[in-house]
């Protein structure tokens, strides 16, 4: 019985140690479309990064938004300015929390989700452009 014990406890202080040692990832705080449309008429909104395929962003997109597909934000860090912050999205938001993740592992504080991404924007009757 005592070898049982004994084991239990173990394998719970090895879990607990597994658990310290990998936290949570962070996310990213959500900006809604009203707020993120309120910010760039200020002039003081974050980069926008729209994290679709090149296709998607050909198709329509936030005016002024960067193309940096999802799986390649780790890759581009260095194209992001960031000195008013990044808001990613796509068209409704599990890329852009990939997207999101990469920012966040690299140290970049000021990340933001567009929440709803591009379908929240669009219901919301803020502009759309296609690409150039």
Known sequence: ???????????AVAATAALAR?????TAPSISPAQLHA???EGAAPVVID?????????GHIPGAINIPFDQ???????IETSEGVALYCMMG???????????????ED????EGGLAAWKAA????????
């Open 39 to 41: 910010q760039r008429q």
């Open 73 to 79: 934000v780790a890759d581009r860090i260095g194209e």
């Open 22 to 26: 990998d936290p949570a990832p962070a």
């Open 111 to 114: 990340v933001f989700h567009l």
């Open 125 to 132: 009757g803020l502009p759309v452009e296609d690409a150039p």
């Open 94 to 108: 599990p890329r852009a929390r990939k997207g999101e993740s990469a920012l966040l592992a690299a140290g970049y």
């Open 51 to 59: 994290v679709r395929t090149s296709g998607e962003y050909a198709a």
């Open 1 to 11: 019985m005592s070898r049982i014990v004994i084991t239990f406890v173990l394998v």
